[in-house]
């Protein structure tokens, strides 16, 4: 596993070498869905008062109610999944951490910045990406002291391991901006035990989830119809996008259905092509044939397609 912390996005970068503006560029690096919750209006209050406890209460129960979260286990919010992920190494226990790889590197970048011992074999503790990132794969139920990083779940809810929360030792993470598209809002979850759940509401401090997060959060999670009708449409999609890119030769190795990922004989050039068309891809330090690429919104499909002829 490497040190760098190495995402999807940066844009800005593209820009700078193949040149238009961030406007004229579609960004596929990153899986997050292209048609984003309508936030609506936020109350006046969420900007200029803290967040008050009616707001946090009701995100919480919208949470528990959307993820069937088990009484015995508790809800923490944060402001993105990142900021929960850069706690873990500091409310478990331990010195060393098993990651099975290749998968999202933060996870190992946290562990490594607290001094923990990062490796594939028995540890104290065990990170699993579920689905994983880049390649979609699904772990079985968890033993033992265990993250287990939910933020591509909530296209295929059924395979959750939510109802497993509550027991010690076993967190379950959660992100609001990939199947909602809002990255931006920065909003994530923890749904642990009640002695974890004090260990991280400590390390996050007051007032940890801004009052706009609290109100389109709560929203979004009460919005049922709208999460279905979502999942219909992002699953159509990434088949659509597997078809696309067979026929242009590439093969599909894995995803989700908010991302797919490619062998493509030769990464950084298939890139560089869509670069060239104004397309932003993600590639893997620790692949040179492997692409990733999110879905594109409905107006955009022609674009890929026509770069992919």
């Not at 209460?57 to 990142?82: C, H, K, M, Y």
């Not at 002291?145 to 076993?170: N, Q």
């Not at 950084?268 to 990733?292: G, K, T």
């Amino acid at each position: 596993m490497s040190n760098s912390r190495d995402h999807g996005g940066r844009l800005d970068a593209a820009v700078d070498r193949f040149g238009g503006q961030r406007s004229d560029w579609l960004d596929l690096s990153t899986g997050i869905n292209p048609v984003p919750y309508p936030v609506g209006e936020t109350r006046a209050e969420a900007w200029t008062a803290l967040p008050d406890q009616a707001a946090q209460t009701r995100l919480i129960d919208a949470a528990r109610a959307f993820w069937n979260v088990p009484e015995q286990a508790e809800i923490v919010a944060a402001p993105g999944a990142s900021a929960l992920i850069a706690q873990m190494p500091r409310v478990f226990d331990g010195s060393r951490v098993a990651i099975p790889t290749p998968t999202y590197n933060e996870h190992a970048a946290a562990f490594r910045a607290c001094g923990w011992e990062v490796s594939e074999s028995a540890a104290d503790l065990r990170v699993l990406v579920h689905p994983n990132n880049p390649d979609g794969r699904l772990w079985d139920a968890p033993t033992g002291a265990c993250v287990i990083d939910e933020s591509f779940c909530d296209v295929t809810p059924a395979a959750s391991h939510v109802a497993r929360a509550g027991r010690d030792g076993l967190v379950v993470l959660k992100s609001f901006g990939k199947f909602w598209g809002l990255a931006g809002l920065r909003l994530g979850f923890a749904v642990t035990s009640s002695a974890m759940a004090e260990r991280l509401r400590d390390g996050l401090g007051p007032w940890a989830v801004s009052g706009p997060a609290l109100d389109i959060g709560a929203r979004a999670l009460e919005d049922i119809t709208w999460a279905r009708e979502t999942r219909v449409r992002l699953a159509a999609d990434a088949a659509r996008l597997n078809a696309l890119m067979a026929k242009a030769g590439a093969g599909v190795v894995g995803g989700t259905d908010l991302f797919g990922l490619y062998d493509v004989g030769d990464a950084a050039a298939f890139q560089e092509r869509l670069a060239r068309a104004h397309i932003w891809s993600r590639i893997f330090p620790y692949s040179d044939r492997w692409v990733r690429l999110g879905l594109p919104a409905s107006d955009a499909w022609p674009r890929l397609e026509a770069a992919l002829a």
